[in-house]
């Protein structure tokens, strides 16, 4: 009696590990559901999307470097909230495709007229000066004229520089030739000032040149395609708030399905092996609790099962009367 006590202790203490066990799972399996919708198929069919999905959607960033976001297909039965993540999802893989496509073609662009600039802009600074010295040149013969005036009093004089002029006659006319060269010089230096001035306020009157209309072109089909990356951005960070919304609803929908006597009823159906149909692992990790649990209730059950075979006292056979 003794060893039988004993060894129903054990079999008592296997019992109850088995019975906290269908108490305990339901509860993990509810965490799991909590945590991943989608680690379980149920026949409501409001579980059929990946959590994951909106991690991958939410890292996506429309202003870093990096691929477009994956596409996806769905082959079972969709909800209306499932139906609503996948059109946003959908257009939200579109726009990043597209935004991906546009980066690169914008790059390819920015190379190409940061080349095309350093020829544009030394023609434009080249018509420029031009432009300047163009406004000067009216000035030139008669500075041309005073200053061979004013040589040929130096020469007269037998001079080589106006300190050296005697007073008198020749002194003063290279006075006066001097200050009138002043003059017109001032003239010369107003012109080729106001020539600047009007230049730096009109740079497109020296960006005619085929060259430079092509180089502008291009700056332009940049500058467009800058626009449209930035309305691309824009609409990335709508539906960002799009999809979380819709997957709050999804997500809402799904936790309202399940509670913890669901997967109660779940976890009895793994622990003896019996297959409810409603409920199934829709997950690796789901699938190997299940096979753990099941694991457990057979050997669990096999042990007790032994035990109380070999242990059980028997009677001592009956003595035959002659």
């Given amino acids: 009696m003794p060893a039988f006590a004993k060894n129903t202790r054990r079999e008592a203490f296997v019992g109850v590990v088995f019975a906290l066990s269908l108490v305990i799972m339901p509860w993990v399996y509810e965490l799991l559901w909590y945590a991943h919708p989608d680690y379980f198929r149920v026949q409501a069919g409001v579980n059929v999307l990946p959590t994951e999905l909106y991690s991958i959607a939410g890292e996506y960033s429309a202003y870093a470097d990096g691929p477009s976001l994956p596409p996806m297909t769905l082959q079972s039965e969709q909800d209306d909230a499932a139906n609503k993540i996948l059109s946003i999802y959908r257009q939200f893989q579109a726009t990043s495709v597209m935004l991906s496509t546009k980066r690169v073609e914008l790059k390819k662009r920015q190379i190409g007229v940061q080349e095309e600039y350093k020829s544009f802009e030394a023609s434009q600074w080249n018509q420029y000066e031009q432009f300047v010295a163009k406004k000067g040149l009216e000035f030139q013969p008669e500075i041309q004229h005073l200053t061979g005036a004013m040589h040929l009093i130096l020469k007269q004089a037998g001079v080589a520089v106006p300190e050296q002029l005697p007073t008198g006659p020749l002194a003063v006319a290279y006075a006066n030739l001097n200050v009138e060269l002043a003059r017109v010089q001032f003239k010369l230096t107003t012109a080729?000032?106001?020539?600047?001035?009007?230049?730096?306020?009109?740079?497109?009157?020296?960006?005619?040149?085929?060259?430079?209309?092509?180089?502008?072109?291009?700056?332009?089909?940049?500058?467009?395609?800058?626009?449209?990356?930035?309305?691309?951005?824009?609409?990335?960070?709508?539906?960002h708030?799009?999809?979380?919304?819709?997957?709050?609803?999804?997500?809402?929908?799904?936790?309202?399905?399940?509670?913890?006597?669901?997967?109660?009823?779940?976890?009895?159906?793994?622990?003896?092996?019996?297959?409810?149909?409603d409920i199934a692992p829709n997950s690796k990790v789901v699938r190997i609790l299940v096979c753990l649990q099941v694991f457990a209730s057979i050997a669990g059950t096999g042990f007790v099962m032994s035990r109380l075979t070999r242990d059980r006292p028997t009677k001592p056979p009956a003595e035959k009367t002659p």
Avoid: C
Avoid at 203 to 230: G, M, N, S, W
Avoid at 250 to 271: C, K
């Fill in 241 to 277: 708030g799009q999809l979380y919304d819709a997957f709050v609803a999804y997500r809402n929908a799904a936790l309202e399905t399940l509670g913890y006597w669901d997967f109660f009823y779940f976890s009895v159906g793994a622990a003896t092996t019996a297959t409810f149909g």
């Fill in 192 to 239: 080729e000032l106001d020539a600047r001035v009007y230049g730096m306020g009109h740079l497109t009157d020296f960006q005619k040149l085929a060259p430079q209309q092509e180089y502008l072109k291009h700056y332009h089909e940049v500058e467009t395609l800058e626009k449209e990356i930035f309305a691309l951005q824009e609409s990335t960070n709508k539906f």
